[in-house]
């Protein structure tokens, strides 16, 4: 059954592989993956097949995003980079359709067919519709993924008011991320108790009350019996007792169910879930399953924690350890709209059960812990949980708890006898395989052990081990871990690169120029990298460190690029990517408005549009189109815009004084100019800058990273302003008289910024770190200006080639001959880099 496998792509001498092919690039699918490559890196050729088109994000920060307290990027688990330096075969946006267990392939929608040799089904699960009249209304919307929060969020734009169906955690993170959006939200729930498979009545009486003190509208006990609407759009729900609210948006969050029918239908034992063993095996032995879609000795799991073991089991299965998974004893610690709550076990009580419950109205603090014979059986806290993870630990042991029963509602400081004088014995007297973090399966020996390897930090030992990487509710234990572990030693100055070194940026930078240091590999060897090939975080940092310090003796690598920059294109949220050519100063000609329409028709893009920065960005383009379309655009003497790179996007610029009456300067001329010094230069971030020919500013100068003030008597330079999220004005920087003084000013000022700032740090944070005066008593050095803009110049001449452009169009004359236009500096000799 063995094909040929892509061993150019995988990067191996020619040893096969087994193809492991994944249906569901979700949490769980992912993860088994990390675990089987963590194992056994060169076992498997896997290809994921996701049905969404992006990359793996965590599910579990959805309610952030809606709320606005995080972005998409931010939540991203598994980043492209990631699939291609671990050479997977990413497919997202095309789901599987079929499961051919005969000829061992799997088919997707778009037609393709892929062959396994082991084949892992990680489909997850689908949102549970109520079958109620109008629940196909335009309007209905579940909240399983980003799509959904994006319909969610066009609503809130809108305005208006929503009901969310569900009062369980997904329904109530809904409603208070609409509700922090500006809508009018009310809450139907069936059961008469918020949260009842997590809370008791106590405990769900409380989050009813502070849910409706910040807005909300909860009504439980109450059972929806149709969905309204107008024109084919929600406007309405009814309930059975004929209560009628209006709406614009209804949010399904009733519940979910195992994804089967594709198991189902190719012929796998299927119950409730997809029937597995112990070591995640489904009835057809080349057939493995994991997360929320399977069913384990009868039991289908909701939660990430018993997800992780089933990834660890299965891992170990793949790559030949005997070890298998039992089944999980399972808790539950949230935080709902901010409210921290913990429950665990079976808090129903009952015969021959007892209730020990501690009520503090002042601090909105509950407590109950369910007692039978003399072992913990369950336990609910609500705003303080933080002896959740020991309550589970006396649980999952069955310790007896009667020499501890007075104290045992008053945590484990108390029933330890430490009481208030050391607030992190708690969490000492944990065991080892205690649970720190539900939402990634985290023990307390893990966390330990990552701390004992280097990560002194709370933000080292989250990339780590990922430990209080998502809802964040564990970070006081992670915080106490990191005091018992290190002492005095917790790092509390600069942060590290990444996780892969115990060196910050600035030693870093240092120690490549003091060790003479000039490939990735020699950097990771001589300052001890703590993995063998870096990580997404790393790598980029490195290429352009190394780039900046040795122009023209090192080599760029490709590999160790975004991929936006590999492909001079943004990847967008379908897959396709974007195209932006250069358009110098804003300035443009019939040859090339002709080149862009052309390109337009002839590769079929749905949209173009006038970007901010005075150009124009072509969308829908094929990956595989791109370099047929760069070559078009070459053609005529077009050349990338860099306009999703860490390096100089755009100049802006606007008419001057060659045809505004307010003009005082030639500042379009200028913004020629200037771009042409700085294209193609590669920076810790993105760089913009503007020319405004007036005070009046209408090239926006005063929020870019580089601006030109013209006045009458010469020139105004501002620097460290950008736009976005935070608006940050530029600082003025000094004023010059010539053009020429102001070019070598902007040399100089961004070979400053390349040399010194941090990789990913924009010149306003990097302005705000190391101070205005400091970066003018730099420039003010005798000699300091010429100095800089030479090394600038100098390093153009390696920068300003565009590899993407010339591997288009090969020796295209045009090309080259316009190339030779836009550089006006002639190769000037190696200044001494005394700080590059």
Known sequence: MNAPVNFERAGLPGNGRERLVVIGNGMAGCRAVEEILARDPLRFDVTIFGAEPRVNYNRIMLSPVLAGEKTFDEIVINTPEWYEDNGITLVSGDKVVSIDRETQSVIAASGRVEPYDRLLIATGSDPFIIPVPGKDLDGVVTFRDLDDVDRMLAAADRGGSAVVIGGGLLGLEAAHGLNLRGMKVTVIHLMPTLMERQLDEAAGYLLRSELERRGQTILTGANTKEILGEGGRVAGVRLEDGTEIACDIVVMAVGIRPATALAREAGLEVERGIMVDDHMVTSDPAVLAVGECVQHRGTCYGLVAPLWEMCRALADHATGAPTGYEGSVTSTKLKVSGIDLFSAGDFSGGEGCEDIVMRDAARGAYKRVIVKENRLIGAVLYGDTADGSWYFD??????????????????????????????????????????????????????VKAIQGGACSLDTVRSTCKASASCGSCTGLVESLLALTLGGEVQSGPKTLCKCTSFTHDDVRRLILEKELKLIPQVMQELHWTTPDGCSSCRPALNYYLLCAWPGEYEDDQKSRFVNERMHANIQKDGTYSVVPRMWGGLTNPRELRAIADVVEKYDAPMVKVTGGQRLDIFGIRKEDLPAVWADLNAAGMISGHAYGKSLRTVKTCVGSEWCRFGTQDSTGLGVKIEHMTWGSWMPHKFKIAVSGCPRNCAEATIKDFGVICVDSGYELHVGGNGGIKVRATDFLCKVSTEEEAMDMCAAFTQLYREEAHYLERTAPWIERVGLQYVKDRLAEAGAVERYAARFRYSQQFMQDDPWARRAAGEDAKLHQHLAEVRPFPTAPKPQLENA
């Open 394 to 447: 006396l649980m999952k042991k069955g310790e007896d708890i009667a020499p501890i029963r007075e104290a045992l509602i008053f945590g484990q400081a108390f029933a330890s006898g430490g009481a208030l004088a050391d607030p992190n014995a708690a969490v000492a007297a944990l065991s080892d395989d205690a649970e720190i973090c539900g939402c990634n399966g985290v023990s307390k020996g893990t966390v």
